[in-house]
């Protein structure tokens, strides 16, 4: 028998989280997100404010067609009509709940409702009673519940249960709540009204302004509260609300803590994710709890080692818990030999002692050049450094001068036999001066025929690759180099491109000389 409590996850990003600047979404989204979040597993999807408008209406009625098995929820004023809007957009949902709120705390009442204490009771029986007319799943939420007196808050929430409110969201509207403060007042509102918890789902709302959406959501379900209302990615008004995937993954990785679990299918929250962001083009901060993209990804040298010696002692999740392919070691200047040479095992490379010595001081080298190494660097830097022919001509120094309306001046060193040869050409470009520096060093003609650029990876640091195909003496032969320079790339093609010229050429004479 299962002892622990039921967290209902009542998701808000159609409504609440929608009404952040910039992430409006079209009916068509909207349904998008809507099933997501059905195979998320949410309990109840308030899918919008459907007095705001016709096309809200229309697209809560679209989302009751294609969306059967969480409860949707409409929000609405303490207003008749508004009671009518959410009636007509859910009429088509298997099931259903109305959401009415009503603000209760002092500066609400005196500044924007101008309504006294008893008026606004009244005016909660009333439209509750009414809306029993439509609904059996009625929800009340005395708005700014966390800066009403905890006395008057208990009075209002008692006659919403009487007029038949079926689930009570204690909201902390504008983020003001500290964790302990607001755990107290939903202590409070269990010990006066028994009720809640129970025969009457007790929620909370929490917005973000302070930072402590997530610790206050948590606070309260510790305290008794069974619903927690929240979004995907934590987006919202202002700075948020509670972030749906931490809730739940803080509920399911502190068990021992919280007694307690959720319905949550948690390999499609990183989908869920992603899609919100996608759509809303807001995009999620690197360094955000679980879905951001540095959440599972490890870049210190200490840490990477204890993660490939036993994964929990830097991970107290598993990524692939929440549909991730698994923990990501960041290769970066921080970065170990032991992850280094494990990296390079899974991308298909087995080096010996000496090889993996000239990787890895390449890889530092290249490390301090940028931010992140990603595998596509590792597999040039092996390719650069292990698997390849003989060096006859090696880079030492290379200059770029560029004067506007002149030819460009490049200077370029090459060493062949531990004897560095320079010189200095002119052409159409930079990568035209070098190609005719070496050429007058090395006296070896070759015609480029083709030259291309990509970037192995991405970002302003990505590391370039340069193919070309150059003939000589009716051969072509085609060479590759990479640098975050992409001039530099393009002489070590070049040369590269040379030296197996140069082979090929000793392989020629050694025929000829076994012919004689």
Same mark, same amino acid.
């Given at each position: 028998?299962?002892?622990?409590?039921?967290?209902?996850?009542?998701?808000?990003?159609?409504?609440?989280?929608?009404?952040?600047?910039?992430a409006?979404?079209?009916?068509?989204?909207k349904?998008?997100?809507?099933?997501q979040?059905?195979?998320?597993?949410?309990?109840?999807?308030?899918?919008?404010?459907?007095?705001?408008?016709?096309?809200?209406?229309?697209?809560?009625?679209?989302?009751?067609?294609?969306?059967?098995?969480?409860?949707?929820?409409?929000?609405a004023?303490?207003?008749?009509?508004? *009671?009518d809007?959410?009636? #007509?957009?859910?009429?088509? =949902?298997?099931?259903?709940? %109305?959401?009415?709120? /009503?603000? $209760?705390? &002092?500066?609400h009442?005196?500044?924007?409702?101008?309504?006294?204490?008893?008026?606004?009771?009244?005016?909660?029986?009333?439209?509750?009673?009414?809306?029993?007319?439509?609904?059996?799943?009625?929800?009340?939420?005395?708005?700014?519940?966390?800066?009403?007196?905890?006395?008057?808050?208990?009075?209002?929430?008692?006659?919403?249960?009487?007029?038949?409110?079926?689930?009570?969201?204690?909201?902390?509207?504008?983020?003001?709540?500290?964790?302990?403060?607001?755990?107290?007042?939903?202590?409070?509102?269990?010990?006066?009204?028994?009720?809640?918890?129970?025969?009457?789902?007790?929620?909370?709302?929490?917005?973000?302004?302070?930072?402590?959406?997530?610790?206050?959501?948590?606070?309260?379900?510790?305290?008794?509260?069974?619903?927690?209302?929240?979004? *995907?990615?934590?987006?919202? #008004?202002?700075?948020?609300? =509670?972030?749906?995937?931490? %809730?739940?993954?803080? /509920?399911? $990785?502190? &068990?021992?803590?919280?007694?307690?679990?959720?319905?949550?299918?948690?390999?499609?929250?990183?989908?869920?994710?992603?899609?919100?962001s996608?759509?809303?083009?807001m995009?999620?901060?690197?360094?955000?709890?679980?879905v951001?993209?540095?959440?599972?990804?490890h870049?210190?040298?200490?840490?990477?080692?204890?993660?490939?010696?036993?994964?929990?002692?830097?991970?107290?999740?598993?990524?692939?818990?929440?549909?991730?392919?698994?923990?990501?070691?960041?290769?970066?200047?921080?970065?170990?030999?032991?992850?280094?040479?494990?990296?390079?095992?899974?991308?298909?490379?087995?080096?010996?002692?000496?090889?993996?010595?000239?990787?890895?001081?390449?890889?530092?080298?290249?490390?301090?050049?940028?931010k992140?190494?990603?595998?596509?660097?590792?597999?040039? *830097?092996?390719?650069?450094?292990?698997?390849?022919?003989?060096?006859?001509?090696?880079?030492?120094?290379?200059?770029?001068?560029?004067?506007?309306?002149?030819?460009?001046?490049?200077?370029?060193?090459?060493?062949?036999?531990?004897?560095?040869?320079?010189?200095v050409?002119?052409?159409?470009?930079?990568?035209?001066?070098?190609?005719?520096?070496?050429?007058?060093?090395?006296?070896?003609k070759?015609?480029?025929?083709?030259?291309?650029?990509?970037?192995?990876?991405?970002?302003?640091?990505?590391?370039?690759?340069?193919?070309?195909?150059?003939?000589?003496?009716?051969?072509?032969?085609?060479?590759?180099?990479?640098?975050?320079?992409?001039?530099?790339?393009?002489?070590?093609?070049?040369?590269?491109?040379?030296?197996?010229?140069?082979?090929?050429?000793?392989?020629?004479?050694t025929?000829?000389?076994?012919?004689?």
């Amino acid at each position: 028998m299962n002892t622990k409590r039921k967290i209902y996850i009542f998701d808000t990003t159609l409504r609440d989280g929608e009404q952040c600047p910039g992430a409006s979404m079209t009916p068509e989204e909207k349904v998008q997100v809507a099933k997501q979040l059905e195979r998320l597993s949410v309990d109840i999807i308030e899918a919008g404010f459907p007095a705001s408008s016709p096309g809200e209406v229309q697209a809560i009625q679209r989302i009751s067609k294609n969306v059967k098995k969480p409860i949707l929820c409409g929000l609405a004023r303490m207003v008749k009509p508004d *009671i009518d809007a959410a009636r #007509e957009a859910l009429r088509y =949902a298997k099931r259903k709940r %109305i959401h009415v709120f /009503l603000a $209760t705390s &002092q500066i609400h009442r005196e500044y924007k409702l101008k309504k006294g204490k008893a008026e606004l009771i009244e005016i909660a029986k009333k439209n509750i009673t009414y809306a029993r007319k439509f609904f059996s799943d009625i929800e009340f939420s005395p708005e700014d519940a966390s800066r009403t007196e905890p006395e008057y808050l208990v009075e209002i929430v008692k006659a919403a249960i009487d007029a038949g409110a079926t689930a009570v969201n204690i909201p902390d509207t504008v983020g003001y709540a500290i964790p302990h403060e607001f755990g107290e007042l939903i202590q409070y509102l269990v010990k006066e009204i028994p009720v809640l918890g129970k025969t009457v789902t007790l929620s909370v709302h929490c917005h973000n302004d302070l930072g402590l959406a997530v610790s206050n959501s948590l606070a309260a379900i510790a305290n008794g509260a069974n619903q927690v209302e929240c979004t *995907i990615n934590g987006i919202g #008004e202002r700075a948020g609300n =509670a972030s749906m995937e931490e %809730i739940v993954m803080a /509920l399911h $990785t502190r &068990q021992d803590t919280f007694n307690a679990y959720t319905d949550i299918t948690l390999k499609e929250i990183i989908k869920a994710s992603r899609l919100i962001s996608h759509i809303t083009g807001m995009n999620v901060q690197p360094n955000k709890a679980i879905v951001g993209k540095n959440a599972f990804r490890h870049e210190a040298g200490i840490h990477q080692d204890g993660i490939l010696k036993k994964r929990q002692t830097y991970e107290i999740m598993d990524p692939k818990t929440i549909g991730l392919s698994g923990t990501q070691l960041v290769m970066g200047k921080h970065s170990g030999r032991h992850a280094f040479r494990e990296r390079l095992k899974k991308l298909g490379f087995d080096l010996t002692d000496e090889q993996l010595a000239k990787a890895f001081k390449r890889f530092k080298n290249l490390a301090d050049k940028k931010k992140n190494v990603f595998d596509e660097d590792l597999e040039a *830097i092996v390719e650069d450094e292990i698997i390849r022919i003989p060096v006859t001509w090696q880079l030492v120094s290379m200059g770029i001068h560029v004067e506007t309306g002149k030819p460009v001046k490049a200077t370029i060193g090459i060493k062949k036999q531990n004897k560095v040869f320079k010189a200095v050409s002119s052409g159409d470009g930079p990568v035209d001066a070098c190609y005719k520096a070496i050429e007058s060093i090395t006296k070896q003609k070759m015609k480029l025929i083709d030259y291309s650029i990509q970037s192995v990876t991405w970002g302003k640091d990505a590391l370039g690759e340069v193919n070309i195909k150059v003939s000589s003496k009716n051969e072509e032969i085609s060479a590759r180099g990479t640098s975050t320079d992409i001039i530099e790339a393009s002489v070590k093609a070049y040369l590269k491109a040379l030296n197996k010229i140069v082979v090929r050429t000793k392989k020629k004479d050694t025929k000829k000389q076994c012919v004689l």
